[in-house]
C-alpha cells in the first residue's frame, strides 16, 4: 500500500494522468495509445496494479515498459511482453471481449459519451479536417470500459456532434444494444483538467464524479454545452502523491516528453 501525503507541485496533464492511472485495476486488461494513456497505464503497473496487461494496437501484448515508448510500433511495446502479435490480433482480443479499459482521446463529446475525431463543421466542406477513427471505433464499440482523456471546453463537451466517429451509448439507454454492440459495454470514465465525469447507470448521461482541486462545479458547467447530471454534494479529486509524482518524473517521463514541466 502506498502511505499518501502531502502533495508537491503538479501540473494539470500530471494530475490528469494520476487520476486516470488509478481508474485501472490490477489483473485487468488495457488497450492503449501512443502519450498520456501510457503514462497513466506505466504508472498504474509500477503503483498498484503490477499484473495489469497492456496491449499495443501494433501486437506488442502484455509488456513490462521500461520507458516511454514514442508510440503504439515502438520495440519498446514489445519489451518483457508475453506475446508479440499483430494489429489484427489485439484488435481481435477486443472483439472477443477480452479487452476489459481501452482509452480513447477525442475532439467533441457528447453527453452520452459519442465522439468525434473526423471533422469539425460540414463533413463536405470542414472548418478543420481530423485524423479519423484508426482504431478508436473499435475500441469504442468492443471494450468493456473506455476513458476518454480530453481538454473540457464548450467547444469540445458539445450538445451534438459535428460527425460520430466512436459510439458511446449513443441516444441513450438500450440503444447501443440494438446496434449490435456487446451488451454492458461502454464509457466509464471521462477524465479531463477540469474534472472527472462518469455516466448515470439509468439515463446513461454524463455525470460529475469529482471537480480537480481549485476548479469549482461551476466552474465545470460553464465549460460545457450540456447539462451534467450533478447528484448531490461533488467531491474533490484527491491530488497526486509524492510517490506518484516521483514515478512520473523520475522514471516514466523524465525528459517530460508528455508530461511537461
Known sequence: MVKEDSVMEYNPTELMACVASRALEDRK?????TGLP?????????????????????????PKLPTIPISVGDSRTFHKACMAASMDYA?????????DYGFLGAAQIDRYG??????IGDYENPKVRLPGSGGANDL???????I????HDKRRFVEKLDFLTTPGYLSGPGAREQAGL???????RVITQLAVMGFDPESKKMSLVSVHPGVSVEDVEMNTSFKLVIDGDVPETKPPITEELRLLREEIDPSGIVLGR
Not at 50 to 59: N, T, Y
Not at 91 to 99: D, I, K
Not at 140 to 146: A, D, F, I, M, R
Open 114 to 119: 459519442n465522439l468525434n475525431t473526423t471533422v
Open 38 to 62: 501510457i503514462i497513466a497505464t506505466m504508472l498504474a503497473q509500477r503503483l498498484h496494479a503490477p499484473d495489469l496487461l497492456i496491449v499495443f494496437e501494433a501486437g506488442g501484448i502484455g
Open 182 to 188: 456487446p451488451a454492458g459495454t461502454g464509457p466509464y
Open 29 to 33: 486488461s488495457v488497450f492503449v495509445g
Open 140 to 146: 469504442g464499440s468492443l471494450c468493456t470500459q473506455t
Open 148 to 151: 476518454t482523456l480530453m481538454r
Open 91 to 99: 484488435m481481435g482480443m477486443a472483439q472477443q471481449g477480452l479487452v
